[in-house]
C-alpha cells in the first residue's frame, strides 16, 4: 500500500489498467486465491480448450479459499472442464456457424443479427456458450469484415434490429464504438442496436460518462447486462447501470441458471430485486447450453422449471426473467412457462393457478 494520504490516480479504478493487470496464468491466479489441486490441474491443459482471464476487480469479488463462491465458479477453471463426457459436448451448440453468411454476422431470426465485433472479453465466463468464437485471437472485426457485414444488412431490408455480441462489444475504444454506431445506424431500416455485454459486470470502471454520451448520440441504444449473481452487484457495478438508464439507455439483463451458483429461486430473486432498484429488468434467465466443458455448470430443465414456477407467483412480472432454452444443433429460443392448464371441453378451459386456485375460461359462442 502506498502512502494514503499522497494524491495520485487511483490505478484500479482506470479500466485499462485493468485490462492491462488481468490474471492469465497460474502464477497470476495464485497471488488471487488459495487454489485447489483440481482448479491447478485445470490451468495445465486449460489454455487449448478456453483461455483463462479475469480483471483484477471481479477477481477480488471472489473468494479466496471458497471453491464453492458463485464468483469464483464462474471465473476459475476445474479440472472436470477438460474430461470428456457421456452426454452433450459441442463446440458450436446454437449451430451458429450454419446462420453465419458473412464473417461475424449470425442471422437465425428474419428481424434480427448478431454482429460479433470482437472476440475478446476481459474475463472468460467459463460456461461461455461461443467456444466457436469467443477467445479464439480473431480479433476487432477489420475494416473489409465490417464492410461485409454492412453491406449484408443493408441488403436485407427485414432486419430491425443489429444486436452488437462477441466477445464483449464494450471492450472496444470509445471511437471505434462511435465509428461501428455511427456506420449500423446509418442503414435506413435499421430501428436499433443492442449491446451484450459483461463489462458492467467485469469492469465496470469502463463505463464513464463519455462512453454512454457515445452510446446516447445513437439512439435508441439498449445494453444486454449479464449478471448472475447478487454478489456481482457492487457500488461500481450500481453506477454504471445507473449511468447508462440516467443517460436514456435501457437496461435488460440476462442471466444463466448454473449448478451450485445461482439455481435456487432465492438467488434468482434476489438478483431480480437489486437488478430492479437499478432500474434494470430482468430479461431472460437461460438454461445452460451444452457448450463443451461446461457439465458440471449445468442445471436440469426439471430443476431450472421448478425455481420458475416458485417464482412464478411469488414475484412481482417486473421481477420475472423469462426461462428459455436454445434447441441444441440451430432450433432456436423455446420459452419455457409453468403448464396451469388442464384441458378444456366443448368451448371451457379448465385450470389450476400458481397456489392452486381452480377457474374456468369460456369461448366466445359462435
Ligand atoms: C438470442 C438471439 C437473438 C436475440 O433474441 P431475442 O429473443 O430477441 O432477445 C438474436 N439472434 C440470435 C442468433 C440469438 O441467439
Ligand atoms: S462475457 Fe460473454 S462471450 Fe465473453 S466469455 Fe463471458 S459469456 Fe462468453
Redesign the pocket.
Known sequence: MGNPTKLEPNKQLDWKWQSRKSLRSLSDFEQYFDLSVDEKKAFAYNQDLFQVRATPYYASLAHKTDINCPIRQILVPQFKEVEAYKTQSLKDP?A?RQ?NPVPRI????KD???LLVTDFCSVYCRYCTRKHFTATGQAVISKKDFHLALDYIYKHSEIK?V?LSGGDPLTLSDEKLDELLYAIKGIPHVELIRIGTRVPTVMPMRVTEKLVKILRKHKPVFLMSHFNHRKEITDLSSQALELFVDHGIPVMNQMVLLKNINDSADAVYELSRALLRLRVKP??MFQCDPVVGTEHLKVSLEKSKSIQRELWGHSSGLAMPNL?L?IPDGGG?VGIVPDFYQGSEAGTHFFVGFDGVKGVYKDPVE
Open positions: 446454437l451458429e446462420n449470425i442471422h437465425r431470426y434480427r443479427v448478431l434490429e444486436i430479461y431472460y428459455s436454445d429460443k
